[in-house]
């Protein structure tokens, strides 16, 4: 592995790796909370994400689980309501509510031997490119649209803000 997007819970076994160099934010609010109650007590969220506990305090009770056990948790009335990342969460039935905080949801780690590389500076370049695009919000309309069309998109689904990465 020379690059990879991890959260801020997973850097943190990183810093002890003098491989490895956390380039910092990469993508930041990019979850969402899915409910199937009106005004739920108990939320699910990935229990190795302290940030994620971080961000649902106002509930009553927070359930660590495994990311894989969301979805039958809420089916089944386990839970009441789940925080997870956007992507994962499209394929979850209940009404979607956005985070309203600022937050890192991914950080871009590198291996350091690759930093000074051409390819390493052509992937950032062509990274930030891509940034551009996904930061677009007529772009990012249009291909909400072109789903909701499709019937694959969900009622609600924040916009994540992906992050320029600079490198020295």
């Known amino acids: 592995m020379d690059i990879a997007f991890l959260c801020d819970d ?10 490895f160099e956390n380039l910092g934010s990469a993508i930041k609010n990019s979850d969402i909370v899915v409910k199937n109650k009106k005004n739920p007590q108990i939320i699910a969220y990935e229990g190795k994400k302290q940030y994620q506990k971080n961000l649902i305090k106002k509930y009553r009770i927070k359930y660590p689980v495994k990311v894989n056990s969301i979805p039958i948790l809420l089916e089944r009335d386990v839970v009441d309501a789940a925080i997870l ?57 249009n291909e909400v649209k072109i789903y909701l069309k499709e019937g694959k998109w969900p009622k609600y689904v924040s916009t994540p803000k992906f992050q320029k990465i600079k490198i020295l």
Do not use: C
């Open 85 to 141: 990342d956007g992507i994962k969460a499209i394929t979850i039935a209940g009404d979607y509510e956005e985070v309203r905080q600022n937050y890192t949801t991914y950080n871009m780690v590198v291996r350091k031997a690759v930093m000074g590389t051409r390819e390493f500076k052509e992937f950032i370049e062509k990274y930030n490119e891509v940034v551009d695009e996904l930061n677009d919000e007529k772009l990012y309309e």
């Open 10 to 19: 997973a850097v943190i076994s990183f810093r002890k790796n003098t491989e």
